[in-house]
C-alpha cells in the first residue's frame, strides 16, 4: 500500500469540500480525485485541490489507482456509486443517510455483508468526544435506569440553502433524512434499539413537496419513551451544531442543550453536560435537592477524527465504527417516521435481515 493513500472525492458539495479540505490536510492520504457534474466551479475547485477531474465514478476508477472513496453527492445517488465501488472491491465512506430508499438501503448493506468490502458511513458525530463521556454517565449507577428521552433539531436554513441545492427541496432531501438521520444514529447510540414510532410533519412554512417540520414520539426496545421536535424553519438554537461548538461555521452557545436525558438516579443535559443525580437511593425524590455537577471533556474535530478512522479501515482494515448494517437500522427508523406521518398511526421499525 502507498506511503499516501489516494483517495477520490465524489460530490464536492457543503459537506464534500470540508472532506477534501481534511483529506488534504493529513499526511497518510491525498486528495487525488474529484468526481462532479461538469461546472466551471467544480473544474476550478478539483484544479485548485491538485486533483484531476472525471464526471463519472466508474471512468475515474479504471482510469486511476484509488485506495479509498469518499461519496458525499446528493442523496440520490448513494446507491448506484456505492455499488460500483463495491464492484471493484474499493473501501468506501459514505456520507449519510446511507440511500434515501429503504428497498436500496438493504440492498446496498447486503451487498457489502456478501462482499466483505469495507463500508464507513458518515454518521461523523459518532466520533465526538461527547459521546464517551455522556456515554460512561448514562451506563453509570448515578444516573440508573434510562426513562425518558427528550430531543431537538430546531434551526433556520437560509434560503441560498436550497437555491444552491435544489435537490433539498424535493423529494429525497428534506430535514427528516438530511439532519434527522443523524439524531437517529446517536439516540440508537445513546438510548438502545428503537421499537416503534409515531409522528407528525408539515410543510406549512417553507410550502416545499418535503416537510420543514416534524414531531415524533419514540418507543425504546428497553422501555423508554422519547420525544423529538425538528424543523428547518425556525429561528432557535437548539440543534447540535448550535449547542456543541464543534463546527465554528454556527454560533455557539454553550450553557444550552439539544438533549436531555433523564434516569431513576439522575439526569443529563447534552452537550452542555450539565448532571443532576441523587447522592443515596434514600433521597430519590422530587422533595430532596440534586448533586449538581458538570462532566469534562476534551474537544476534538469529529470529522478529522472520522477520516482518521476511515484511513485505519483502509491501511489497516479496522471495522467501521458505523458500519452500512448502522446506516441501514438509521434508515429503517426514517421510513417508520415517514409511514407514521403518512397515516397517522404508531409504526413499528420493522426488523430485516442483517
Not at 472513496?69 to 459514505?94: D, K
Not at 456543541?244 to 452557545?253: I, Q, V
Not at 458538570?294 to 482518521?308: C, G, R, V, W, Y
Request: aromatic share 8%; with cysteine; hydrophobic share 40%.
Amino acid at each position: 500500500m502507498p506511503s499516501k493513500l489516494r483517495i477520490l472525492l465524489s460530490g464536492p458539495g457543503l459537506i464534500g469540500k470540508v472532506h477534501a479540505r481534511i483529506v488534504a490536510a493529513q499526511e497518510s492520504c491525498e486528495l487525488a480525485v474529484i468526481v462532479a457534474p461538469s461546472s466551471k466551479e467544480n473544474r476550478d475547485f478539483a484544479l485548485a485541490a491538485g486533483a484531476a477531474f472525471y464526471t463519472d465514478l466508474g471512468e475515474a476508477l479504471d482510469a486511476q489507482p484509488i485506495d479509498g472513496v469518499i461519496i458525499s453527492s446528493p442523496n440520490a445517488f448513494h446507491f448506484e456509486q456505492a455499488m460500483i465501488c463495491i464492484a471493484r472491491s474499493i473501501p468506501t465512506l459514505i456520507e449519510k443517510p446511507l440511500t434515501d430508499q429503504i428497498d436500496e438501503a438493504f440492498r446496498l448493506h447486503d451487498a457489502v455483508n456478501r462482499s466483505g468490502v469495507s463500508v464507513l458511513v458518515g454518521h461523523h458525530r459518532t466520533y465526538s468526544p461527547l459521546l464517551n463521556v455522556a456515554l460512561e454517565f448514562l451506563r453509570s449507577e448515578k444516573f440508573g435506569r434510562l426513562v425518558a428521552f427528550q430531543g431537538s433539531a430546531l434551526f433556520l436554513k437560509p434560503d441560498h440553502y436550497f437555491e444552491d441545492g435544489p435537490w433539498r427541496a424535493l423529494k429525497g432531501g428534506g430535514p427528516i433524512l438530511i439532519n434527522l438521520i443523524h439524531e437517529i444514529g446517536l439516540m440508537r447510540e445513546f438510548c438502545g434499539e428503537i421499537a416503534a414510532v409515531q409522528a407528525m410533519g408539515s410543510h406549512d412554512i417553507r410550502k416545499f413537496p418535503v416537510e420543514d417540520t416534524a414531531a415524533i414520539i419514540l418507543q425504546f426496545v428497553n422501555g423508554a419513551l422519547g420525544t423529538f421536535l425538528l424543523s428547518d424553519a425556525a429561528a432557535s438554537s437548539k440543534s447540535w451544531e448550535m449547542t456543541s461548538g464543534e463546527n465554528p461555521a454556527y454560533p455557539h452557545f454553550n450553557q444550552e442543550a439539544c438533549y436531555h436525558f433523564a434516569g431513576t438516579n439522575g439526569s443529563l443535559d447534552f452537550p452542555s453536560m450539565r448532571v443532576k443525580s441523587y447522592p443515596t437511593s434514600e433521597a430519590r425524590s422530587w422533595w430532596k435537592p440534586f448533586d449538581e455537577t458538570k462532566l469534562e471533556f476534551t474537544s476534538q474535530d469529529p470529522l478529522e477524527a472520522q477520516i482518521n478512522h476511515f484511513v485505519a479501515v483502509i491501511r489497516d482494515g479496522a471495522k467501521p465504527r458505523v458500519s452500512a448494517n448502522d446506516g441501514y437500522r438509521n434508515i429503517r427508523v426514517i421510513e417508520a417516521i415517514r409511514q407514521s406521518i403518512e397515516t397517522g398511526q404508531k409504526e413499528s421499525v420493522v426488523e430485516g435481515e442483517t
